[in-house]
């Protein structure tokens, strides 16, 4: 199939993947109520498109932390993508640093901090879950350190695991299993089940593996992460966090104007504007009708980035009218990964990156820096009503 949008990826990944499988990657929390907000929400903003500027070229070209990057886009933290394809985090990692976008690893990585680093270079962070033993996250934040990792995400909305009832319905389990439930799901997707076949053993979460008490196999790690994850962090533990990282810190899973003013006091260089992709708690605000609340708490003192329901070029150029420095796609990405390996992350992002042009173009925006909230209106007819 001619692949002319994100939506055909998540076509191509739902073929190529058993439901099981795809749910996991594609799925929210409970009714979904937020994951099919974080997409219908940005149909509400409606372009306000200006005529006869000269938009011969038009640059994508922005910085984010500082850096230069080539678009302003970013890979989200996204765990166990190994399940979708084995070579995983270092295929994105990979696809993100020829792309010229930064690449944030998750905690829950398929693959290891190290491992990432070894295989792909590019501008690399790190996302951070607090574990109830607090050596074990100094551990993290010191190998992120000494393998050159440029910032740090502290992630904030995982207190308790969001009741993802497909993965329920589904019989989910790391890794996959044939069983009697899912056995016709399974062979009905041969060249997942023969290309994964091999590596379904190895499946693990790569940060976590070989720490003490985490035990062997995923099945242990996961129950291992489970009992780790710390519900009791506060203020304080973004305070120490703050002292014992001396690059750029951000906060993901902000969905309160309130609460990102005091993260910005407190330290942080950039905050996430994050639901978990509708995956945590269902009835949640989307991302995009929260951003500019945010924005304007923030006021310029720290990159704001939108992560959550990117699915077009166009859904960036609005929330960057919106004051959003950058956006961060995940299922996006993973619909990439399971399509074509690293060629259909790269896929992914050259497809955004030409959707940015063309909304840009069609706005009469030449640079990032002109983008505005002069080029959006809200969806209300018969009135001029902008944004």
């Known amino acids: 199939m001619a692949l002319t949008c994100v939506d ?24 979904e109520l937020t994951l099919r907000a974080n997409r219908q ?4 903003l409606w372009f306000n498109p ?9 640059d994508l070209t922005t910085k984010l932390l500082g850096k230069p990057i080539s678009m302003p886009l970013m890979i989200s933290p996204t765990g166990l993508a190994g399940i979708v394809r084995s070579e995983g985090d270092v295929a994105v990692a990979s696809a993100a640093e020829q792309a010229d976008i930064p690449y944030c690893l998750s905690t829950t990585a398929s693959h290891s901090i190290e491992e990432v680093a070894e295989g792909a270079g590019g501008n690399k962070w790190f996302q951070l879950y607090f574990f109830r033993d607090r050596e074990l996250t100094r551990g993290f934040v010191d ?15 995982l207190v308790r695991g969001g ?24 062979v009905s997707h041969p060249l997942w089940l023969m290309r994964m076949a091999p590596h379904l ?30 519900p009791t962090i506060s203020w304080d533990d973004l305070s120490w966090l703050r002292k014992n990282w001396d690059k750029p810190l951000l906060v993901k ?7 990102a003013r005091r993260m910005v006091d407190l ?7 994050s639901n978990h992709g509708g995956r945590q708690l269902d009835g949640a605000p989307s991302t995009i009708s929260v951003l500019k609340e945010i924005v304007d708490a923030v006021g310029g003192d720290a990159e704001i980035i939108l992560d959550s329901g990117i699915r077009r070029g166009a859904d960036i150029v609005k929330a960057l009218a919106l004051g959003a420095t950058a956006c961060g796609i995940g299922k996006s990405m993973l619909y990439g990964l399971a399509t074509d390996g690293q060629t259909g992350v790269t896929g992914v992002i050259e497809m955004l990156r030409r959707e940015i042009d063309l909304a840009m173009a069609m706005t009469g925006t030449r640079r990032i820096a002109d983008i505005s909230s002069d080029i959006l209106r809200s969806r209300v007819f018969f009135t001029d009503h902008k944004i």
Do not use: H
């Open 267 to 273: 330290g942080a260089d950039g905050i996430i504007v």
């Open 41 to 44: 929400d940005f149909e509400s």
């Open 201 to 230: 053993k190895d499946i693990t979460m790569g940060n976590v593996k070989g720490l003490d008490g985490a035990g062997e196999g995923v099945v242990a790690l996961s129950s291992f992460m489970n009992q780790q994850i710390d």
């Open 143 to 157: 190998r992120a350190k000494q393998s050159g990792y440029e910032a740090l995400v502290m992630t904030v909305d």
């Open 163 to 186: 009741k993802r009832e497909k993965d329920m319905r589904n019989g989910f389990t790391v890794p996959p299993r044939i069983t009697p439930q899912n056995f016709f799901d399974m």
């Open 50 to 58: 200006r005529t006869l500027v000269d938009v011969g070229k038009v």
């Open 8 to 31: 055909d990826y998540r076509l191509a990944a739902k073929r190529y993947l058993p439901k099981t499988i795809f749910d996991f990657v594609d799925g929210g929390s409970e009714r």
């Open 253 to 259: 899973g902000v969905l309160n104007g309130e609460d």
